[in-house]
């Protein structure tokens, strides 16, 4: 009976603990390239792939933001975060070749190869952003409390945009190592130049 008691104690306070994670709203988008040869879908890919900010295009684009809000409480001596909310929103751009059915089976294959390695690469990018977005909501929501509310709310601007910085640097880095995908084998066709 005790051992019953216990347990159950130990699930009512399980229960009361508000569980906060991060809201990932992912968004998939294609640009459409046709060609029957390796060489046709090659200029038509760099004629519509994505865009980024710093006017670089590629091949595949993952694009992420991070937003949190928090809400303050005076407990004791000491201002703390009482709810939080950290949403990341996520959209990766892929090519789609809309004439995929009738192309030679080689090509086919290719493609196949190509784009698997592509929207893994992205893939890596994804999960970046939601390391970041997980590094946020456990910040938040272990701040340990400040004597003010205006310190509190500095302390977690500060901390929240250094980590933001951080995996956004790492996210950069990732492009760098493997050369936008390169290494991973997004490249078509096979022995094509990057640019």
Not at 39 to 57: C, G, H, I, W, Y
Not at 80 to 101: C, D, G, H, I, Y
Not at 142 to 155: N, P, R, V
Not at 163 to 180: A, G, M, V
Request: hydrophobic content about 35%; some cysteine.
């Amino acid at each position: 009976m005790a051992c019953l008691r216990v347990s159950l104690i130990v699930w009512l306070v399980t229960a009361s603990v508000a569980v906060s994670s991060p809201l990932v709203k992912r968004k998939n988008e294609n640009y459409e390239v046709t060609g029957s040869t390796a060489a046709e879908l090659r200029k038509t890919m760099n004629q519509k792939r994505p865009v980024n900010d710093a006017n670089e295009s590629y091949d595949g684009l993952t694009e992420w933001s991070i937003t949190w809000d928090y809400q303050a409480k005076y407990r004791g001596r000491v201002w703390m975060v009482s709810n939080r909310s950290v949403e990341l929103e996520v959209k990766v751009v892929a090519p789609r070749w809309t004439n995929f059915q009738n192309a030679p089976p080689l090509l086919r294959k290719q493609w196949r190869i190509y784009l698997a390695n592509l929207l893994r690469h992205e893939n890596g990018h994804v999960k970046v952003a939601l390391l970041a977005a997980n590094a946020i909501d456990k910040y938040l929501s272990s701040h340990g409390g400040a004597s003010s509310l205006e310190k509190l709310q500095t302390d977690i601007k500060k901390n929240t945009h250094t980590l933001l910085e951080h995996y956004q640097k790492i996210d950069r880095d990732y492009d760098k190592r493997t050369r936008h995908g390169a290494s991973q084998g997004a490249i078509f066709p096979k022995g094509y130049p990057r640019e």
